[in-house]
């Protein structure tokens, strides 16, 4: 996990915003989350997927997001929702654009167990096909590390 010498999550770079707050985001193609929380995830073993693994996960599904509208569609439609919900919105992890990035991060990750402890997902939100080409990385989601 650290052989390339900078902090990455799937091959997503991370930024450090803090050194142990609960804020994290996906903007300019990088993971922002903790030290904490980064040394939480690395700290776990591959079989048993941590709590901070499990949010990371969520984080690197606004990363699909992006991949999937475009980095303009992400910009314009998927940051300001994301900002939005987390300032005002009582219910952050149950906003259709937090499911639509949980529930994409559910299938390119293999469906992992424990997931929608930390995370809520609503299958209904993708398409079948969408759910095939992310759980088999076909095409668009065939990201290289
Ligand atoms: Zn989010």
Redo the contacts with the bound molecule.
């Keep these: 996990m650290l052989s390339k010498g900078y902090p990455q999550f799937e091959g997503v770079p991370i930024r450090f915003i803090s050194y142990n707050g609960s804020h994290?985001?996906?903007i300019n193609g990088a993971i922002h989350t903790s030290l904490y929380k980064y040394y939480y995830h690395l700290k776990g073993n591959n079989s048993t997927n941590t709590r901070a693994t499990l949010l990371l996960m969520?984080?690197f599904?606004?990363h699909l997001q992006r991949v999937l509208f475009g980095e303009s569609r992400y910009n314009k439609e998927i940051v300001p929702a994301?900002a939005y919900?987390?300032l005002f919105s009582s219910n952050?992890?149950t906003d259709l654009?937090?499911l639509h990035?949980?529930t994409m991060a559910y299938y390119y990750f293999g469906m992992p167990q424990g997931f929608e402890k930390e995370n809520q997902i609503d299958r209904s939100l993708l398409s079948d096909e969408l759910k095939m080409m992310l759980l088999y990385r076909i095409g668009i989601f065939n990201l290289k590390k």
């Design positions: 994290n985001f996906y969520h984080e599904g606004h994301s919900s987390q952050h992890d654009v937090e990035a949980s």
